[in-house]
């Protein structure tokens, strides 16, 4: 099993940056899958970004594309995810989830273990 603590969410105007990190438990951080996830007020939980368990593959979704990037250091068994140009409706409670498969997918219901989210407030 994996547990997951993230952290660096906050409040940032709109155009600005933050960098969330999640830490993740245990040493076979290198066999999960590892994506972010957002949920803002009344809407499902969607996909942001994934990441492979080498850190060869990512995937964005097309709203954050060109301003999120995904990484993650397997020696330290952290993710990290650089959100720069943060617009209004980047505002959201953010999750860092894993998954113990070779295919990462965009499929929330997916992952099996999830952290307790931060909150990114973006103001106009």
């Known amino acids: 099993q994996v547990q997951l603590v993230e952290s660096g969410g906050g409040l940032v105007q709109a155009g600005g940056s933050l960098r969330l990190s999640c830490a993740a438990s245990g040493r076979t951080f290198s066999s999960y899958g590892m994506g972010w996830f957002r949920q803002a007020p009344g809407k499902q939980r969607e996909f942001v970004a994934v990441?492979?368990?080498?850190?060869?593959?990512?995937y964005y979704a097309d709203s954050v594309k060109g301003r999120f990037t995904i990484s993650r250091d397997n020696a330290k068994n952290t993710v990290n995810l650089q959100m720069n140009s943060l617009k209004p409706e980047d505002t959201a409670v953010y999750y860092c989830a894993a998954r113990l498969k070779i295919v990462v997918t965009i499929t929330p219901a997916d992952y099996g273990y999830w952290g307790q989210g931060t909150q990114v407030t973006v103001s106009s």
């Open positions: 990441i492979s368990r080498s850190g060869g593959s990512t």
